[in-house]
């Protein structure tokens, strides 16, 4: 016996692999639900070798579940979250909408397991940002060892962030430069396809975007609120997998050896650091996998204490789906929930 479970967002790009995750760890559901907009309504999504017809979010009783993963975006967790919460059942939220919440834990379970004892303040669980899982991930079992006190980062990120309509726009543009069609820009502010972007999300009135804001806001939720934060986000074009150069000033004197020895022994990181033309990670090695990978770990001589790190995820997983379904692991193992018959999948 397992939980009733439902995917909020089951055609999308992070829908679906949350139900091929929920398969791939083996999470105990006992029926699963697959969700959308209207217009979706019927249309056939895979759950391992079964197939399931999505229903119209707007005729669900979602009172019927034990567990909700919501990744529909911001305006219908807004919407829908709360009100799905006051239901009964546990929604793990992929949107930026709560994670800013006091009542509200962001989880990543590597880093912070024990904010799951807030989860029933609202029922609500925000997964967070997909850059500030792989960063925080990687940069906690360094914090454990040797205080961070700042962070530099620049990242590369995949369109698959950006949803299907970042991934056809990269596929269209890139034909169409070609001489296939049209290649102006209609997700994007600018060309993707042999460019660089850098700016996603929205201006704020500092010059710097939300997105680099929430990287900034999550990391201290999450890690360290005396962690000083400095982000550029880019969007680059790759299909899936988010990297980022990340520079770190410890209080204290920090090897690369010593980082290497730490990042090896962390949970969910996997260093991959031959000094040789082709031993680090490339987003394209990274995709379809789970770890955070760790490469590049190296001095930055030019201040007391640096470190640089290359850091590559798979966004679409770790960065989303797959966090969420170790939160819901995490319920599970410490009994914050149990299915309606009782059941829990572990003791702890
Ligand atoms: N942790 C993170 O950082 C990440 C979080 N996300 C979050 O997940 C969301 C989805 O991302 P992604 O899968 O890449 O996006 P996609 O564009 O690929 O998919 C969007 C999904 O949302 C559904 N949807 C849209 N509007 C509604 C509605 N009104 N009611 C019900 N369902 C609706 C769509 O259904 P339909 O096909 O019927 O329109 C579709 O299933 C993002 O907007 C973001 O909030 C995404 C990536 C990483
Ligand atoms: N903004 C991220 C993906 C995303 O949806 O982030 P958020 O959940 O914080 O809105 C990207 O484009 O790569």
């Known amino acids: 016996m397992g939980y009733r479970v439902a995917i909020v967002g089951a055609t999308g790009n992070v829908g679906r692999e949350m139900l091929n995750i929920l398969e791939e760890l083996e999470f105990p559901v006992d029926e699963i639900h697959a969700i959308a907009s209207r217009k979706s309504k019927g249309v056939e999504v895979s759950f391992g070798d079964k197939t399931i017809k999505c229903q119209d979010i707007e005729q669900f009783d979602f009172s019927k579940v034990d567990l909700v993963l919501m990744s529909a975006g911001g305006e219908v967790s807004r919407a829908w979250s ?38 029933k303040k609202k029922n609500i669980i925000a997964n967070p940002n997909c850059s500030t899982i792989q960063l925080v991930t990687a940069l906690k079992p360094l914090h454990d060892a040797a205080r961070i006190k700042r962070v530099v980062v620049s990242t590369y990120q995949s369109v698959s962030g950006a949803g299907k309509e970042g991934m056809d726009e990269l596929w269209n543009q890139t034909k169409a430069i070609y001489g296939l069609g049209d290649a102006r820009p209609k997700k994007f502010p600018k060309q993707i396809a042999f460019n660089v972007i850098p700016y996603i999300g929205s201006f704020l009135e500092d010059g710097s975007t939300d997105e680099e804001q929430k990287m900034s806001d999550e990391t201290h939720k999450m890690l360290d609120p005396d962690i000083k934060v400095t982000v550029t986000c880019v969007r680059v074009p790759v299909f899936v997998g988010h990297s980022e150069a990340v520079n770190i000033e410890f209080d204290r004197p920090i090897a690369p050896d010593e980082a290497r020895a730490i990042l090896r022994e962390a949970p969910g990181v996997l260093v991959i650091d031959k000094q040789e033309h082709d031993g680090y990670i490339t987003p394209v090695d990274a995709a379809g996998e789970h770890a955070v990978y760790v490469s590049r770990i190296r001095k930055d001589p030019t201040v007391e204490n640096g470190l640089n790190l290359w850091v590559v995820s ?7 789906a797959l966090n969420a379904v170790q939160i819901a692991q995490l319920l599970d193992e410490t009994g914050v929930i149990t299915s309606s018959s009782g059941y829990r999948s572990i003791t702890v």
Not at 87 to 95: E, K, L, R, T, W
Not at 315 to 320: D, E, F, P, Q, V
Request: glycine share 6%.
């Open 82 to 119: 709360e009100k799905i919460g006051k239901a009964g059942p546990i929604v793990i939220d992929n949107s930026s909408a709560f994670r800013k919440d006091a009542d509200v834990p962001l989880i990543v379970p590597e880093v912070n397991p024990d904010a799951v004892k807030d989860a």
């Open 314 to 320: 798979d966004n679409l997983r770790k960065g989303a």
